[in-house]
């Protein structure tokens, strides 16, 4: 690589949530990096044109994905680094509850909405708090992750306190 030549950016964990996604859910309706909540509106509170709604909706939330069964909808938060794990806890509390106030899919949403974290290591302590909340906690590596996994800090590939779980 050159100097001052910048390294092509590479969406791990899209592409991760992508293939746990059409692994686990195949067939059944899916959306990708997921906006959710009501349409950012103008600074006195009226509707933007359509140019600029788009333009906005970069301020929206956005889950990683949403699954959408006839029997539950599920809204998934994936996180390879360890200590990403439990920002996922509170995301995915937001998201849960954002789903059905969000127009786009009303008409997709079933009853039931649960929240499932998709990790690669496992820890005890998230997985705790997650059950406790509702959530699903999920561990699944793809066979890529070896060479993900050499390339961050070994900080990062491990879980953060596990002895800490009994605590809870």
């Known amino acids: 690589m050159e100097r001052g030549e ?3 950016r590479h969406e791990w964990e899209a592409q991760y949530v992508s293939e746990y996604v059409a692994r686990r859910y195949p067939g059944v309706p899916v959306r990708i990096h997921a906006h ?26 956005w889950a990683d994905a949403i699954v959408f069964s006839p029997s539950e909808t599920v809204v ?20 849960v509850a954002l789903v059905p106030h969000t127009a786009e899919y009303a008409h997709l949403v079933a009853d039931r909405v649960v929240g499932e974290i998709l990790v690669p290591i496992p820890d005890p302590t998230v997985e705790m708090l997650a059950r406790r909340k509702g959530f699903r906690m999920v561990v699944w590596a793809p066979s890529w992750f070896s060479a993900y996994f050499g390339s961050i800090e070994y900080r990062s590939s491990r879980a953060v306190r596990p002895e800490e779980a009994p605590l809870l």
């Open 36 to 61: 959710l909540g009501t349409q950012p509106r103008g600074a006195n509170g009226q509707y933007l044109e359509p140019a600029e709604e788009r333009m906005l909706r970069v301020y929206m939330r």
């Open 6 to 8: 910048r390294r092509k």
């Open 76 to 95: 998934i938060e994936g996180k390879l680094r360890t200590a990403e794990y439990a920002k996922a806890l509170g995301e995915l509390e937001i998201y």
